[in-house]
């Protein structure tokens, strides 16, 4: 799958083709101090699917004691007024205690940094104030549906022509310990390939893939396949041209990176 020259409106797009995904009765809950923001995202979500079933809480203590009253949900949103205002803590012990359930936060960010530490404490999602309330719906379809919302703001651009330029030798690309296989894996990695459709796709099994993944984290040095997706995206590392069937399940056609925004789908 290559790139394309899309926009942000895509991803909007996206969401209308994707609403069957969040036909069925969905738990979602919604985490912020300010009962204003609470109430905005409460009234936008019902509107995006009447199916939805949402509720609210002024913090996260709030949520785990009805977490530990056996109530679940298949979505939790964390809000805030910026991405300091999230405490990182507080994100892993909400994720703690419920690792099944994508996790993604609302805020302003004008700290690209913040806001990556924030998908780096297992947030599924990082979701810019700035952006309209189709696209921040878009996102939240494509996080339930079991991908990674990475705005186009948090994609650091090549720094190598740069180096070059100025006469200072680039260090070596982060993948340059990965075989050309590993390399093939983790372009369709950063692509949103479940591990199925990558298995099928290099003609291997889905444990060679799950092993290859495994080393590629590892020579990474990151946490987990999100991480590498992201890496990879941010240096400018694109698979080759490899054709992937998209995977039929009932539900969706299949996810792809959404051209040169760089609205990154990374499946689970």
Same mark, same amino acid.
């Given at each position: 799958?290559?790139?394309?020259?899309?926009?942000? $409106?895509?991803?909007?797009?996206?969401?209308?083709?994707?609403?069957?995904?969040?036909?069925?009765?969905?738990?979602?809950?919604?985490?912020?101090?300010?009962? $204003?923001?609470?109430?905005? $995202?409460?009234?936008?979500?019902?509107? &995006?699917?009447?199916?939805?079933?949402?509720?609210?809480?002024?913090?996260?203590?709030?949520?785990?004691?009805?977490?530990?009253?056996?109530?679940?949900?298949?979505?939790?949103?964390?809000?805030?007024?910026?991405?300091? &205002?999230?405490?990182?803590?507080?994100?892993?012990?909400?994720?703690?205690?419920?690792?099944?359930?994508?996790?993604?936060?609302?805020?302003?960010?004008?700290?690209?940094?913040?806001?990556?530490?924030?998908?780096?404490?297992?947030?599924?999602?990082?979701?810019?104030?700035?952006?309209?309330?189709?696209?921040?719906?878009?996102?939240?379809? $494509?996080?339930?549906?079991?991908?990674?919302?990475?705005?186009?703001?948090?994609?650091?651009?090549?720094?190598?022509?740069?180096?070059?330029?100025?006469?200072?030798?680039?260090?070596?690309?982060?993948?340059?310990?990965?075989?050309?296989?590993?390399?093939?894996?983790?372009?369709?990695?950063?692509?949103?390939?479940?591990?199925?459709?990558?298995?099928?796709?290099?003609?291997?099994?889905?444990?060679?893939?799950?092993?290859?993944?495994?080393?590629?984290?590892?020579?990474?040095?990151?946490?987990?396949?999100?991480?590498?997706?992201?890496?990879?995206?941010?240096?400018?590392?694109?698979?080759?041209?490899?054709?992937?069937?998209?995977? &039929?399940?009932?539900?969706?056609?299949?996810?792809?990176?959404?051209?040169?925004?760089?609205?990154?789908?990374?499946?689970?």
């Amino acid at each position: 799958m290559g790139r394309h020259d899309r926009s942000e $409106l895509d991803l909007a797009a996206a969401s209308e083709s994707d609403t069957a995904l969040g036909a069925a009765a969905s738990a979602v809950a919604i985490i912020d101090r300010s009962r $204003l923001r609470r109430e905005c $995202l409460k009234v936008a979500l019902a509107q &995006h699917n009447p199916h939805w079933h949402i509720a609210e809480f002024a913090s996260a203590d709030e949520l785990l004691r009805i977490v530990a009253a056996s109530e679940r949900f298949d979505l939790l949103l964390i809000g805030a007024a910026t991405a300091e &205002h999230v405490d990182l803590a507080q994100l892993e012990t909400v994720r703690d205690a419920l690792p099944e359930t994508p996790l993604v936060v609302v805020a302003e960010s004008g700290n690209p940094q913040r806001a990556r530490a924030i998908l780096g404490a297992g947030a599924r999602g990082f979701l810019p104030a700035s952006l309209s309330l189709k696209v921040l719906m878009g996102a939240l379809d $494509l996080v339930l549906a079991g991908g990674v919302y990475v705005p186009s703001s948090l994609i650091e651009p090549p720094a190598r022509q740069g180096a070059q330029e100025s006469g200072v030798e680039s260090p070596a690309e982060p993948w340059s310990e990965l075989t050309r296989r590993q390399r093939d894996v983790l372009g369709l990695i950063s692509q949103g390939k479940s591990n199925k459709l990558i298995a099928d796709a290099l003609s291997m099994s889905e444990s060679t893939v799950k092993a290859h993944v495994k080393q590629i984290i590892k020579r990474l040095h990151v946490s987990n396949r999100t991480q590498a997706a992201l890496l990879a995206t941010g240096h400018g590392f694109y698979a080759p041209a490899i054709g992937v069937a998209h995977a &039929h399940n009932g539900h969706s056609n299949g996810h792809q990176l959404y051209g040169h925004a760089h609205e990154m789908i990374a499946a689970k």
